[in-house]
């Protein structure tokens, strides 16, 4: 274990939890090359040691557990991906597309918007400090949730409150998302991690191979693969071509960064 992680992200284990913190805090914990790889490499790692039984996933500080993809390194010309195409795979953060048989919880330490409540979505449990706040702003930018974000969420919501908050792009408070479902626990940041792993270890507890037949039944998983989302993901692909070329695309953030309304063609 001691092998894994990198500047972008912390891996430690405690008994037989694995935790890994996105450490980038000055960032709001910002998705890179680096992030997309540690996580993933860290998932591998843990699906494949007998010893890790769950596995918690945090943002390091206490402003943000993930604030999406690092749009500055995009500016820059850098890709958010590592060049492997296996890696690749694992889609955005390196979890996206990425199912394990471990179970994971996401421990949420700030606001989770966009690709950070795609995170959340993405894991099967889920605790958050009480301040967080959950949200998909994509369409508020031009943009939409292409990591999982607006086929998962009406999964776990009622279809109406998430169609609400993807099509707003308004988000909803810790208080609120436990009251939906959207979140197993709320806790106050000073408590915040021991209840993850106290939830954890709840699991922990119990016979390894039927917790992990239990997930990937549940959750539809196959030799690593979920393939009743493979047409949500086909039409996601086609989607973001479309979005993600056009001129609103480029107004959402062009009118966010010079702080001003967007001016939006349809087009």
Do not use: Y
């Amino acid at each position: 274990m001691s092998a894994l992680g990198n500047d972008a992200v912390a891996v430690e284990t405690r008994g037989n939890v694995m935790l890994i913190t996105i450490n980038r805090p000055a960032a709001r914990n910002a998705v890179n090359a680096q992030v997309h790889e540690g996580v993933g490499d860290a998932l591998e790692a843990a699906d494949k040691d007998p010893e890790i039984r769950c596995v918690i996933i945090t943002g390091a500080g206490d402003k943000s557990f993930c604030a999406g993809a690092d749009l500055v390194a995009l500016s820059r010309g850098e890709s958010l991906t590592p060049d492997d195409k296996a890696k690749q795979a694992w889609g955005f953060a390196g979890i996206a597309s990425h199912p394990i048989s471990k179970p994971v919880i996401a421990c949420v330490n700030g606001t989770a918007l966009g690709g950070g409540l795609e995170i959340t979505l993405a894991c099967d449990l889920a605790v958050a400090v009480d301040s967080a706040l959950f949200g998909l702003p994509e369409p508020k930018r031009g943009l939409f949730a292409a990591a999982g974000g607006v086929f998962r969420l009406p999964e776990q919501l009622p279809k109406k409150i998430a169609m609400e908050m993807i099509l707003t792009g308004d988000p909803i408070t810790a208080e609120r998302a436990l009251a939906l479902g959207l979140v197993n626990a709320i806790a106050p940041r000073e408590q915040l991690l021991d209840t993850a792993f106290a939830l954890a270890e709840r699991i922990a507890v119990n016979a390894p191979l039927s917790v992990q037949a239990s997930k990937r039944m549940a959750q539809g998983i196959v030799d690593g693969h979920v393939a009743r989302d493979d047409a949500a993901w086909a039409q996601n692909r086609a989607e973001a071509k479309i979005v993600f070329t056009s001129e609103d695309s480029r107004e959402g953030p062009k009118a966010f960064a010079e702080k001003r309304a967007p001016v939006w063609k349809a087009r």
